[in-house]
């Protein structure tokens, strides 16, 4: 089947590893790292102090502007606020909670009564106060999202796609909590009044898309999209164009051109926090890799550390080469792996050495790949030369800021170089204005 955008690439999926495994839950952690920031925004400030006695769900950070709060994922004592690693990079400052392993529930975790009759404000104010953000990764709050798009929208995406070679956790989703996931969706849907709903997932994904199509006569009008499997077809501007058509301009957003796009597990946690008073504490978590023993995907309470999701899933293997946050197109590589999970932690990702392919040539050869692969039709191999001289100028005008970081130039370089790390760089740099 042809590809519906531009670009793009055909990785192996390797989503054999941990998709057939079934679901489980992680036990609680002993303690939990609760980092301050796990959104795109503001960071949160502490609403508690060290001694303080805390509930599973209850709100125990907060802040203002592009913020949404943050709950406790065990019951305990506040032991200490300090800065821990971040797995997007440097430290934060974290609310640490020696679990009591009571797991007593805040008063406040209790289901709404009526959600299908809340107005889409009271849904938005819900969605908000469970502290919902993207959980495919992107962080950013869903009831902001959800927000500016209303008036705007006339196509809803759900985003199934999970186009990540390795990561499973939408899918095991999909396929043991079809129902809370549609009706999730159900939510947003009635929060944003569009003319479409659509659930878009890529044909390497045949049970989960044959489970939604049973339960989608409970839905009338949601429309189920099977997609060719391209790499990065789950990127959002790539995903509007195979769905609708439509190009998000440059710098631009969904909601220049009509639509807004919500991942699954997004969904799911819009679910439980309006049908369950649930906010979000947890999350499914794909670990797998050929450098971890027994890969899977496990219900993991936020702010557990990855050394302990690993530990779960049977431990590293003796050739493990390095360990992702996230998949090994746009992942982070982890040096402390006392690093907690956050709301948007979709996949721990451990690499052996056998795919290790760095570096076999120091320079680039010209040869033009990375212009064939790109989805934003951006020059690769130029961003990266002015990226090292620290031509904010070139870059600016090269449009380094429509770079969605997918990684398709770096894994179709046969030089190896580091050209997404050389664009973050360059992109601090055009925000920072320094050269
Ligand atoms: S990482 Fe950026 S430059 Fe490279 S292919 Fe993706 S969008 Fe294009
Ligand atoms: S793919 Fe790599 S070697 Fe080829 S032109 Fe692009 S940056 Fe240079």
Known sequence: MKSLFFGGVHPAGRKELSAAVPLSAMALPAQAAVLLRQHIGAPCEPLVTVGDTVCVGQKIADGGGLCVPIHAPVS??????EDRPHPGGGVCPAIIIKNDFLDTPAPTMKPYSHPERSTPT??????????????????FPSD??????????????????????????????????????????????????????????EDNKAEAAALLREHLADFPGVELKVLPTRYPQGAEKQLIQAVAGRQVPSGGLPRDVGCAVFNVATAAAVYRAVYEGTPAIERVVTVTGEGVKQPRNLIVRTGTSFLEVIAAAGGLTDDVWKVLSGGPMMGVAQRDLSVPVTKSTNAIVCLSNAQNGEAPHPTCIRCGKCLEV??????????????????????????????????????????????VESFRRGKRALKEGVK
């Open 76 to 81: 305990g004592v506040v032991d200490a606020i």
């Open 374 to 419: 790109c989805p934003m039709r951006l020059e690769p191999l130029y961003l990266h030369r002015y990226s090292g001289a620290g031509d904010l100028d070139a870059l600016d005008r090269l449009h380094l800021m429509d770079c969605i970081e997918c990684g398709c130039c770096a894994y179709a370089c046969p030089g190896k170089l580091p050209l």
């Open 122 to 139: 009271e849904l938005l104010s819900i969605i908000h106060e469970a502290g919902i953000v993207g959980m495919g990764g992107a962080a």
């Open 144 to 201: 902001v999202k959800a927000k500016t798009g209303m008036r705007q929208t006339d196509t809803l995406i759900l985003n199934a796609c999970e186009c990540e070679p390795y990561i499973t956790a939408d899918d095991v989703l999909l396929r043991t909590r079809t129902s809370d996931v549609l009706q999730g969706l159900a939510v947003l849907s009635h929060v944003l009044g569009p003319d479409r709903t659509v659930i878009a997932v």
